[in-house]
């Protein structure tokens, strides 16, 4: 028997998550049809409405920054005529060794010009004239032809350069680059003086410009969305009420109405509806005829469950239960008594152990093997064999077909079964025994009636007979003290036995069998003990019979391989393989029957008996042959833990 106990840390974390996405449904509930075509339309207007405003904004940027590009040039080319007429006044180049003099004296134009409260007010951030070497040209009393000093140290950028930029690039650089734009030109055409005059222009003061048009924008936009969402509320409500008229006859199809109340249903006069009218009033006539067909095959159907021994719940992948056997609610402790259409989680309780293990199963698609549940049914404990089968069809979660057994009853079942079981295959292992039985006798009769007329005539010498008769019937005393042997209750001294070391202790004992047939034994244990509960002695003589075989097998010799390993399901198992002859096919059915043989000398115990060391363990003992090649013994022994 399989029996699986439930894993409670997976448990832990499937219902973690289950609150967690309940939690998360109550927070944000998903929204309606009607809530989401309202969104969608407000969304497409502000989307259009955003990128109809960030353009808006940057050309008016561009147009922005060009004006005043143009104004500071022009602010530049009066500097730099001040600066033509000063040296042209002075003829500085001519007359003075050093030319700046000419820009830099007390009366120069171009100084009252820098030092005018012109050139430190409104969007000019500073002016300036640098000479060949970049500095800013200094008179003789060390002062800067310069104004706004602290400005000039300022991160710039070229406003020349921006006004050719793009619309998008001019904005970006207006929100996001340094305090000023700087505009710079040479001193003189004909760069007979080195240098260059600088005019630079706040940035705040052209964003201020700028403000005006941003902040109209931004309200026109607002208006248009809030006009959208409005607009898309009152349409949604004229394109939905066609769906929730013909939503209302789709709840009378469910309700099982007749096509009559269908028809009558208020719809919108339109082609469109008319013509899903039309088709639901057809498939309410379809589902009429499909519903009455289902209800026989339902019925047909409790009627096949109700005569099984497990009781079954067919769940749908929400939990709920759509088909209940007869005895199931009883079984699983239901308050109610009906299940069928209900859901499980209501019916039994979010802390029932079955609504735990049908929401792991469905939660992590996959099924659940014979797990032993502890329940409370009508105030009394009971254990439940359940058994969960995870339904799904391409690839989509249909649902779980729950089995439930109360687990007392089934072992009182499985102990029948494994008697009935025992006994039939004892009843075919000695099947044998009438032909053992019957040879001797056979043989005893005819030299009985050979005595008797020995007897009758004088002279003759019965002695052979005699002879030949206690031999009979010594074979035949041995025949039946066999059968005897092989057919007592065994009483069992069971105790915790490592498999791979008793292994060892039968490879010990069948060395030297071993060596006189010309054959190596070679050990493939598992790591790590290998528990089972058994008779030590039994399952020896058992696996010491099943080695000797394969050693007799190999009458030229060869190599005998045992192997211990762990099965899926916790058992023990043992494999001995040989290079033998292998077993002939007509044999196969017979090659654990008492005194059956294949070899000459052979007595046909040896497996016999290790069949029944294997069955009393409650194993199973299979064999995988090939004539020339070989066989292989599996046993299968359950696991202690």
């Given at each position: 028997?399989?029996?699986?106990?439930?894993?409670?840390?997976?448990?832990a974390?499937?219902?973690?998550?289950?609150?967690?996405?309940?939690?998360?449904?109550?927070?944000?509930?998903?929204?309606?049809?009607?809530?989401?075509?309202?969104?969608?339309?407000?969304?497409?207007?502000?989307?259009?409405?955003?990128?109809t405003?960030?353009?808006?904004?940057a050309?008016?940027?561009?147009?922005?920054?060009?004006?005043?590009?143009?104004?500071?040039?022009?602010?530049?080319?009066?500097a730099?005529?001040?600066?033509?007429?000063?040296?042209?006044?002075?003829?500085?180049?001519?007359?003075l060794?050093?030319?700046?003099?000419?820009?830099?004296?007390?009366?120069?134009?171009?100084?009252?010009?820098?030092?005018s409260?012109?050139?430190?007010?409104?969007?000019?951030a500073?002016?300036?004239?640098?000479?060949?070497?970049?500095?800013?040209?200094?008179?003789?009393?060390?002062?800067?032809?310069?104004?706004?000093?602290?400005?000039?140290?300022?991160t710039?950028?070229?406003?020349?350069?921006?006004?050719?930029?793009?619309?998008?690039?001019?904005?970006?650089?207006?929100?996001?680059?340094?305090?000023?734009?700087?505009?710079?030109?040479?001193?003189?055409?004909?760069?007979?003086?080195?240098?260059?005059?600088?005019?630079?222009?706040?940035?705040?003061?052209?964003?201020?410009?700028?403000?005006?048009?941003?902040?109209?924008?931004?309200?026109?936009?607002?208006?248009?969305?809030?006009?959208?969402?409005?607009?898309?509320?009152?349409?949604?409500?004229?394109?939905?009420?066609?769906?929730?008229?013909?939503?209302?006859?789709?709840?009378?199809?469910?309700?099982?109405?007749?096509?009559?109340?269908?028809?009558?249903?208020?719809?919108?006069?339109?082609?469109?509806?008319?013509?899903v009218?039309?088709r639901?009033?057809?498939?309410?006539?379809?589902?009429?005829?499909?519903?009455?067909?289902?209800?026989?095959?339902?019925?047909?159907?409790?009627?096949?469950?109700?005569?099984?021994?497990?009781?079954?719940?067919l769940?749908?992948?929400?939990?709920?239960?759509?088909?209940?056997s007869?005895?199931?609610?009883?079984?699983?402790?239901?308050?109610?008594?009906?299940?069928?259409?209900?859901?499980?989680?209501?019916?039994?309780?979010?802390?029932?152990?079955?609504?735990?293990?049908i929401?792991?199963?469905l939660m992590?698609?996959?099924?659940?093997?014979?797990?032993?549940?502890?329940?409370?049914?009508n105030?009394?404990?009971?254990?439940?064999?359940?058994?969960?089968?995870?339904?799904?069809?391409?690839?989509?979660?249909?649902?779980?077909?729950?089995s439930?057994?109360?687990?007392?009853?089934?072992?009182?079942?499985?102990?029948?079964?494994?008697l009935?079981?025992?006994?039939?295959?004892?009843?075919?292992?000695?099947?044998?025994?009438?032909?053992?039985?019957?040879?001797?006798?056979n043989?005893?009769?005819?030299?009985?009636e050979?005595?008797?007329?020995?007897?009758?005539?004088?002279?003759?010498?019965?002695a052979?007979?005699?002879?030949?008769?206690?031999?009979?019937?010594?074979?035949?005393?041995?025949?039946?003290?066999?059968?005897?042997?092989?057919?007592?209750?065994?009483e069992?001294?069971?105790?915790?036995?490592?498999l791979?070391?008793?292994?060892?202790?039968?490879?010990?004992?069948?060395?030297?069998?071993?060596?006189?047939?010309?054959?190596?034994?070679?050990?493939?244990?598992?790591?790590?003990?290998?528990?089972?509960?058994?008779?030590?002695?039994l399952?020896?003589?058992?696996l010491?019979?099943?080695?000797?075989?394969?050693?007799q097998?190999?009458?030229?010799?060869?190599?005998?391989?045992?192997?211990?390993?762990?099965g899926?399901?916790?058992?023990?198992?043992?494999?001995?393989?040989?290079?033998?002859?292998?077993?002939?096919?007509?044999?196969?059915?017979?090659?654990?029957?008492?005194?059956?043989?294949?070899?000459?000398?052979?007595?046909?115990?040896?497996?016999?008996?290790?069949?029944?060391?294997?069955?009393?363990?409650?194993?199973?003992?299979?064999?995988?042959?090939?004539?020339?090649?070989?066989?292989?013994?599996?046993?299968?022994?359950?696991?202690?833990?």
């Amino acid at each position: 028997m399989d029996i699986t106990a439930t894993a409670p840390q997976p448990l832990a974390q499937s219902e973690a998550r289950l609150r967690a996405s309940g939690r998360r449904a109550l927070l944000w509930p998903k929204p309606g049809v009607r809530a989401r075509q309202i969104a969608l339309i407000t969304l497409l207007v502000a989307i259009v409405v955003a990128i109809t405003t960030v353009a808006n904004i940057a050309n008016m940027t561009g147009v922005i920054i060009s004006r005043t590009e143009g104004e500071t040039r022009q602010f530049l080319k009066q500097a730099l005529y001040a600066i033509s007429l000063e040296l042209a006044h002075n003829n500085a180049v001519d007359r003075l060794q050093n030319p700046y003099e000419a820009i830099m004296s007390e009366h120069s134009g171009i100084r009252g010009l820098i030092e005018s409260p012109v050139a430190v007010s409104g969007p000019i951030a500073y002016v300036y004239v640098t000479g060949v070497d970049g500095e800013i040209i200094v008179d003789r009393d060390g002062r800067k032809l310069a104004s706004n000093l602290p400005m000039i140290t300022a991160t710039t950028y070229n406003l020349t350069e921006l006004s050719k930029q793009n619309a998008y690039m001019q904005l970006g650089r207006l929100l996001f680059g340094g305090p000023v734009f700087d505009l710079e030109s040479d001193l003189t055409t004909d760069n007979s003086v080195p240098g260059k005059l600088h005019i630079g222009v706040f940035t705040s003061s052209i964003r201020g410009e700028l403000w005006s048009p941003i902040t109209t924008n931004l309200l026109i936009g607002l208006i248009a969305v809030v006009g959208a969402a409005i607009v898309a509320s009152s349409s949604a409500n004229l394109l939905l009420k066609p769906l929730e008229a013909i939503s209302s006859s789709i709840d009378l199809l469910g309700r099982g109405e007749d096509e009559a109340k269908i028809g009558a249903a208020k719809l919108p006069h339109d082609e469109v509806v008319s013509s899903v009218t039309a088709r639901l009033k057809q498939l309410g006539e379809r589902m009429a005829g499909d519903r009455s067909e289902l209800e026989i095959m339902r019925g047909r159907l409790r009627q096949v469950v109700s005569h099984l021994e497990e009781r079954l719940l067919l769940v749908n992948r929400d939990g709920r239960v759509i088909l209940a056997s007869p005895g199931a609610e009883e079984l699983a402790g239901a308050k109610e008594r009906e299940l069928t259409g209900l859901p499980v989680d209501e019916t039994l309780g979010h802390s029932h152990p079955l609504v735990e293990l049908i929401e792991r199963s469905l939660m992590e698609r996959r099924s659940v093997a014979r797990t032993i549940l502890h329940i409370n049914a009508n105030s009394r404990p009971r254990q439940l064999l359940v058994s969960i089968q995870f339904l799904e069809d391409a690839g989509e979660t249909v649902g779980a077909l729950v089995s439930l057994r109360d687990y007392e009853s089934f072992q009182k079942f499985e102990s029948q079964w494994d008697l009935s079981k025992k006994l039939a295959d004892l009843g075919r292992i000695t099947s044998g025994i009438a032909h053992e039985v019957k040879n001797p006798l056979n043989a005893m009769v005819i030299h009985l009636e050979i005595l008797r007329a020995k007897l009758e005539t004088p002279g003759s010498n019965p002695a052979p007979q005699i002879e030949i008769l206690d031999s009979e019937i010594k074979r035949l005393d041995r025949v039946v003290q066999t059968f005897l042997n092989f057919t007592r209750p065994v009483e069992l001294k069971l105790e915790p036995l490592d498999l791979n070391s008793l292994v060892s202790q039968v490879v010990a004992l069948a060395f030297t069998d071993a060596v006189d047939h010309g054959v190596s034994i070679t050990k493939n244990l598992v790591e790590g003990p290998l528990i089972i509960k058994g008779d030590s002695d039994l399952l020896k003589q058992g696996l010491l019979n099943i080695i000797i075989n394969g050693c007799q097998a190999m009458p030229d010799g060869g190599s005998l391989v045992i192997t211990t390993t762990r099965g899926e399901d916790g058992s023990a198992l043992i494999r001995v393989s040989d290079e033998g002859v292998g077993i002939p096919p007509e044999s196969r059915d017979q090659i654990f029957n008492l005194y059956y043989t294949t070899r000459k000398n052979g007595t046909g115990i040896g497996l016999a008996q290790a069949f029944r060391a294997v069955q009393i363990h409650n194993g199973k003992i299979q064999f995988d042959s090939a004539p020339g090649m070989g066989t292989t013994f599996e046993i299968s022994l359950p696991g202690a833990g």
